[in-house]
């Protein structure tokens, strides 16, 4: 059912999102940006990195809300990293990683002439700010931690391999699309069908004949071939702790099986100076479409400016 998504199907989630291309690596990989409002030398920009399947769609409302409150007019930079969304896939046999994602990041913030940002990462967008702090740690004025954190929770990788798999197997498109709301449904109790088929939509799209296709490379969906739910994976905590020169905001979702509870308690103990917010009634990714969540992200982006202005 699914095939390599070149070109995309027409999403409208896509067209709300109009992005340039920027070229990064060797390998000459071209990744789509997205710039909210404008950058501006004395105000950090914050860059939004989706989760590991995930594009820059889950951030596509976050610019306009944090904007809408007082002292902010903050520039956002949404990216797809490689293999996900608009941005290109590696060639068969390619290998998708953490460090690659974190210096086509980095390149993608030079070629815009960003020498540093917040960084706002969900998942494995999370732990490739952790790379990027640990590389250039200059180039990371502050970090928002999404349901991510140094101890990736095993079972959020075996769902998103598993359920990729049951959908691909559906031979129906109302199959699919059932499944669709059945597997979000999950993460989001009591959305409406309408919601739940809107959520969808971020990662996969119906193309003309009406066939399901992914939003993002298979290939990433084969590198998950060795997990089981059962698996303890080693901590990183010392890529947790490239993020200490900066200010740091640690969110979680109540219902999220990315990061688990302990793992977030161990963060928030290690940081005791870190903003934290639990978001109730939610999985990953977290919609983030909530005003006291709103509220709690501009007041992080503020005391980073206001640091700044003080040091300066």
Not at 124 to 145: D, E, N
Not at 272 to 291: F, K
Request: hydrophobic share 40%; charged share 25%; aromatic share 6%.
């Amino acid at each position: 059912m699914f095939k390599r998504a070149t070109p995309l199907p027409q999403t409208p989630l896509f067209s709300d999102l109009p992005v340039r291309t920027i070229v990064c690596g060797a390998a000459h990989t071209r990744i789509a940006v997205h710039i909210h409002g404008e950058i501006a030398d004395d105000v950090p920009p914050i860059v939004c990195l989706p989760g590991y399947v995930r594009n820059m769609s889950d951030f596509a409302a976050l610019p306009r809300a944090i904007n809408r409150l007082p002292d902010t007019g903050f520039a956002f930079i949404l990216i797809d990293l490689p293999g996900r969304g608009r941005s290109s896939y590696l060639g068969k046999g390619a290998r998708y990683s953490t460090l690659a994602d974190a210096d086509c990041v980095l390149d993608v913030m030079a070629a815009l002439d960003v020498p540093r940002a917040v960084v706002a990462g969900e998942g494995h967008g999370g732990q490739v700010a952790m790379v990027m702090a640990g590389r250039r740690p200059l180039a990371v004025a502050g970090t928002i931690l999404i349901d991510s954190g140094p101890v990736t929770d095993p079972r959020g990788l075996v769902r998103t391999r598993n359920n990729f798999r049951h959908l691909a197997a559906l031979k129906s498109p109302a199959a699919a699309s059932a499944a669709l709301r059945k597997i979000l449904s999950t993460d989001y109790p009591g959305e409406s069908e309408v919601r739940l088929d809107g959520f969808a939509q971020r990662i996969y799209a119906q193309d003309e004949r009406g066939k399901l296709r992914a939003l993002f490379d298979s290939q990433l969906i084969e590198q998950l071939e060795q997990f089981e739910f059962d698996d303890v994976l080693e901590p990183q905590w010392p890529l947790f702790d490239t993020l200490s020169h900066a200010p740091l905001m640690i969110v979680r979702s109540q219902l999220t099986d990315q990061v688990r509870r302990a793992t977030y308690d161990e963060m928030t103990h290690r940081r005791r100076d870190a903003a934290t917010l639990v978001i109730s009634d939610q999985g990953s990714p977290a919609l983030l479409d909530d005003s006291a969540e709103h509220e709690a992200i501009a007041a992080f982006l503020r005391d980073i400016c206001r640091a700044d202005d003080e040091q300066s």
